[in-house]
């Protein structure tokens, strides 16, 4: 069931069927949600925070989008939960949900460095990471986690993505942190050879790459990692019967197949 989706060196960014068909596997895998004893609540409708990140999670033509948005709302909504929707910076995002109690947030991969800091509810779907070279440059095609250590690498600063060059031993020297997602920033400081690597989701940065008429210049420098998997967390002082309803219900429309047929649906209309 969990077989990861592999990606070669000469892979051109196309649409992605196998991944789309890789995590709605993974959707059908029996999966708990994590409640967590902690302080007090409010009456007040949950706050979900994300950020823009296609497909998992966006906004087009003013209304919310995303496989993430449609399984993390249509699981509260069955389930009678009032919620409110915000769009933020990514690193915004992640400081509402530290601060304040009552928020969730997503899609947030669970790392160690993270552990504590938030309430895990539930896991939503695959995380995963890849390095992206331009093409022009394939004598980097030999490069991968074991020896990046003395290469370049860009990536987007409060991303799982930074913590994972801190795990492969990259010195700080050698990163370079975005303080936003601007992909567009990213692909320009690649062609201008400042860094030889962006670390990068996959799947995301594919609809990034297609948006910015980049899709054929840049290219997955080998097979991309599981890193763990994405998830809806929230403030650790959010009441925990709160905690567990909102986990109960992300469980209940997995298990009703709901969760599976929202991921086919944006594979059809959604390539990068």
């Excluded at 370079?176 to 860094?195: M, Y």
């Excluded at 989701?201 to 994405?230: I, M, S, T």
Aim: a neutral charge; charged letters at 25%.
């Amino acid at each position: 069931m969990r077989k990861r989706f592999q990606y070669h060196a000469d892979m051109t960014i196309r649409p992605l069927i196998a991944l789309w068909a890789f995590f709605a596997a993974l959707l059908l895998a029996p999966r708990a949600a994590f409640p967590i004893d902690d302080a007090p609540a409010a009456g007040h409708p949950v706050v979900l925070v994300t950020d823009q990140m296609k497909p998992f999670s966006y906004i087009e033509e003013g209304t919310a989008r995303g496989f993430a948005t449609d399984i993390v709302t249509e699981a509260l909504d069955a389930a009678g939960i009032p919620h409110a929707l915000e769009f933020l910076p990514w690193n915004r995002a992640l400081e509402r949900a530290q601060d304040e109690p009552g928020v969730f947030i997503f899609c947030l991969v669970r790392t160690p460095e993270r552990e504590g800091r938030f309430a895990w509810v539930a896991p939503l779907v695959a995380a995963e990471a890849g390095l992206f070279r331009l093409r022009s440059r394939p004598d980097l095609a030999g490069v991968d986690c074991g020896n990046l250590a003395t290469y370049r690498v860009a990536a987007i600063r409060g991303y799982f993505t930074s913590e994972i060059l801190r795990q492969w031993g990259v010195p700080e020297s050698n990163v370079t942190l975005f303080t936003d997602l601007n992909k567009r920033t990213i692909i320009e400081h690649l062609e201008l050879g400042r860094s030889d690597f962006f670390l990068g989701d996959p799947l995301a940065f594919a609809f990034d790459l297609k948006a910015a008429g980049k899709e054929h210049e840049l290219v997955l420098n080998g097979p991309a990692l599981r890193v763990g998997d994405y998830y809806l967390a929230a403030n650790p002082a959010t009441d925990p019967a709160l905690l567990r309803r909102v986990g109960e219900a992300l469980r209940r429309l997995r298990e009703s197949g709901r969760a599976k047929a929202i991921l086919q649906e944006y594979s059809r209309r959604e390539r990068p």
